[in-house]
């Protein structure tokens, strides 16, 4: 997929808010330290589309991005560890959750994980709620140029070995960095497929 344009909408405080379900929309999730925005400015090709910032938990609200014309990507607040009160960490998982299960036209969910660390209890109790509750989601581990290919690839696996505990089969599992711009091309071309396949059978919203 080339990006030939990657437009800002609007951010939104409510799920309600957000623009018209008319197009595919796929959504961007993680810890709030997990280089989200980062991923997403190297997917668009775009250096300052997601706000970054080296305080966790900087995203607050639903932004919602109209790619190619044809469908949406939304960046959505990240999950525990933000240096935020208790009152409002809880209004973030309120938010989240109300997107993610009422959003009719969101797609795929792509959860991105740290790369650089063992499975964490935050972040497979994330994945079993999305089960739970029927979403569609993709794992995709970031930072993958922190360290060597060797320990990124047991890392992944030992990640694979704890899911498969309580899953039968996994997802689609991407391995990136935004820094190197790798592993966004299988996310693109996922994309690109999905839409193809809706357009195809004339999926309405």
């Known amino acids: 997929m080339v990006i030939k344009t990657a437009e800002f909408v609007k951010s939104s405080d409510r799920w309600q808010d957000c623009p018209e ?33 080296g305080t966790p938990g900087k995203t607050q609200l639903i932004n919602n991005f109209v790619i190619n014309e044809s469908w949406s990507l939304t960046d959505l607040p990240g999950y525990g560890y933000a240096r935020v009160s208790k009152s409002m960490r809880k209004d973030f998982e309120k938010l989240i959750t109300n997107y993610i299960l009422n959003r009719k036209n969101l797609v795929n969910l792509f959860i991105l994980i740290d790369s650089r660390h063992t499975p964490q209890a935050i972040d497979i109790e994330f994945i079993e709620w999305c089960g739970e ?73």
């Open 21 to 53: 379900p008319t197009m595919p929309e796929y959504a961007f999730i993680g810890r709030s330290n997990v280089g989200k925005s980062s991923l997403i400015n190297a997917l668009m090709n775009h250096k300052y589309l997601a706000k970054t910032s």
């Open 133 to 205: 509750n029927g979403i569609p989601f993709s794992i995709v581990f970031t930072k993958a140029d922190k360290l060597k290919p060797t320990v990124i690839a047991k890392n992944v696996e030992h990640y694979k070995s704890e899911l498969l505990k309580t899953w039968e089969d996994l997802p689609e599992i991407y391995v990136t960095s935004a820094e190197k711009k790798t592993g966004g091309e299988g996310i693109l071309d996922f994309i690109t497929k999905t839409n193809e396949f809706l357009m195809h059978n004339h999926v309405k919203f």
